[in-house]
C-alpha cells in the first residue's frame, strides 16, 4: 500500500449521520492532514494534526491520529448534503515539507 | 482570507506546444509548491520552491518541466513541449513555515492538452 490511503474508497450517508473516514500511511510523519475537494474544484484544507496529537476538533470535524498504528480516522458529525465531496489525507514527513496524498474518500450524503 | 491565486481556470493547448501556469503565493509566504492531480488519480507533488531555488523535485518533473519566480510575486510553471498525459488539475501551493504547516492551496489550472 501506498504512504496516505484512504479507505473506504467512497461512502455513502443520509444527512444528520455521521462520516467516518479512514487513513493509513506507512512512514513517520510531522503531521498529517486532510483535504476536501468539490468536483474539479481546489483543495481546501480542514485540519492538521502534528505527530505528538491524539485527537483534534474542529468544529464539526474530529481527526484521531494513532501513530503506533500509523493510522489516522476524520468524522464528520450531523453530517449535510454540502459536505458531499472527496476527502484526502495528506501527510508530511518533515524532511522538505511536500504532502503525500492518498487516493481520496468520495463522500455522498443524500438530503 | 489571503489567497493562493492561479491563472487561467482552464488552458486546452495543442501537443507539442509550450505552456506556462501561473501562480500568485500569499505574499509573506516563503515556500511555493506545485502539484498535478490527472482525473480520478490522487494529488501528486512535482516540485518544491524556496529562496529562489528548487528544494525537491520528484520523478515527474522532468527536463520537460521548469518554475521560476519572476519578480518577487508570481510563481509559474512551464512546460516546454505538452504531452497528452500532461492533461491535468495542476495545484498551487505556498506556506509560510517548513513543515507542510499553514499550506494554502490555489484553486488549480486545468489543463487539457490535445
Known amino acids: 500500500s501506498q504512504q496516505g490511503e484512504e479507505d473506504p474508497q467512497a461512502l455513502s450517508i443520509q444527512e444528520g449521520e455521521n462520516a467516518t473516514m479512514n487513513c493509513s500511511y506507512k512512514?513517520?510523519?510531522?503531521?498529517l492532514q486532510w483535504y476536501r475537494q468539490n468536483s474539479g474544484r481546489g483543495l481546501v484544507h480542514l485540519i492538521l494534526?502534528?505527530?505528538?496529537?491524539r485527537e483534534k476538533h474542529s468544529g464539526r470535524l474530529r481527526v484521531t491520529l494513532d501513530t503506533s498504528k500509523k493510522s489516522s480516522s476524520l468524522l464528520i458529525t450531523a453530517s449535510r448534503a454540502a459536505d458531499t465531496a472527496s476527502y484526502f489525507c495528506?501527510?508530511?514527513?518533515?524532511?522538505?515539507?511536500?504532502?503525500?496524498f492518498g487516493k481520496g474518500i468520495t463522500l455522498s450524503v443524500r438530503p | 482570507e489571503p489567497e493562493v491565486t492561479q491563472t487561467p481556470s482552464h488552458q486546452v493547448t495543442q501537443m507539442g506546444q509550450e505552456v506556462i501556469l501561473r501562480c500568485v503565493p500569499i505574499?509573506?509566504?516563503?515556500?511555493f509548491y506545485w502539484y498535478r492531480q490527472i482525473l480520478g488519480q490522487k494529488v501528486e507533488f512535482l516540485v518544491s520552491?524556496?529562496?529562489?531555488?528548487?528544494?525537491?523535485k520528484s520523478e515527474i518533473f522532468d527536463d520537460q518541466f521548469s518554475v521560476e519566480r519572476p519578480d518577487g510575486s508570481n510563481f509559474t510553471l512551464k512546460i516546454r513541449s505538452t504531452k497528452l498525459e500532461d492533461s491535468a488539475m495542476y495545484f498551487c501551493?505556498?506556506?509560510?513555515?517548513?513543515?507542510?504547516?499553514?499550506?494554502?492551496f490555489g484553486s488549480g489550472t486545468r489543463l487539457t492538452v490535445v
Open positions: 495528506a501527510t508530511d514527513t518533515g524532511a522538505n515539507s511536500k504532502l503525500t
Open positions: 501551493a505556498s506556506s509560510e513555515h517548513f513543515g507542510g504547516y499553514g499550506y494554502t
Open positions: 520552491f524556496y529562496n529562489n531555488e528548487i528544494s525537491e
Open positions: 512512514t513517520s510523519i510531522n503531521n
Open positions: 494534526i502534528r505527530s505528538n496529537e
Open positions: 505574499s509573506n509566504h516563503l515556500y
